[in-house]
């Protein structure tokens, strides 16, 4: 007998579900609280692209003279390349402001909008730079880079 399938998924267009949100705060990244979330920024509608935001890991091979096969186990874990490319106000009334250079805070990941018991991830971040984006034919933007400053807190439950 051939097993289950796994349930098929409810496929979604990302744009005007998916939420990002700044926090400066909070006491438990691991598990921020409706009242924390509530108290970030709801920066989504500012992002024009969005590059990283995953955890990842390294292999590490472990060779034995046993064998000539190289089995592995998972290695270090890295957050890289976490980016915004946002969009700029005429009057500076921007993301610019919110998050200068090296602001410390916590950037939450709705994937499917936020919906009480689905998921979120959060990121330990602090900002290292702000760069404009120089096209000339395109809206103003800036790419804002960020660090990941501890390991993200990855598919925790979003709160009522």
Same mark, same amino acid.
């Given at each position: ?12 267009? +990302?744009?005007?579900?998916?939420? /990002?949100? $700044?926090?400066? =705060?909070? @006491?438990?990244?691991?598990? &921020? ?11 989504? +509608?500012?992002?024009?692209?969005? /590059?990283? $935001?995953?955890? =990842?890991? @390294?292999?590490?091979?472990? &060779? ?15 957050s ?29 990941q709705?994937?499917e ?47 009522a």
């Amino acid at each position: 007998m051939a097993p289950p399938p796994l349930t098929p998924t409810i496929r979604y267009f +990302a744009p005007g579900l998916r939420k /990002t949100y $700044w926090l400066p =705060t909070t @006491a438990n990244y691991q598990q &921020p609280s409706r009242a924390e979330i509530n108290a970030g920024t709801d920066i989504s +509608a500012e992002i024009a692209t969005a /590059t990283g $935001w995953s955890l =990842t890991s @390294a292999k590490v091979e472990t &060779p034995d003279l046993g064998s000539r096969f190289v089995t592995q186990i998972p290695g270090r874990l890295t957050s890289d390349s976490n980016e915004f490319e946002c969009y700029v106000s005429q009057d500076g009334d921007d993301i610019r402001r919110l998050l200068p250079l090296n602001t410390n805070g916590f950037v939450v990941q709705l994937w499917e909008g936020d919906v009480a018991g689905q998921y979120m991830d959060v990121f330990p971040v602090r900002v290292m730079s702000a760069a404009m984006v120089s096209g000339i034919e395109d809206p103003g933007k800036v790419t804002v880079q960020f660090a990941a400053t501890e390991v993200p807190a990855i598919q925790i439950a979003i709160p009522a």
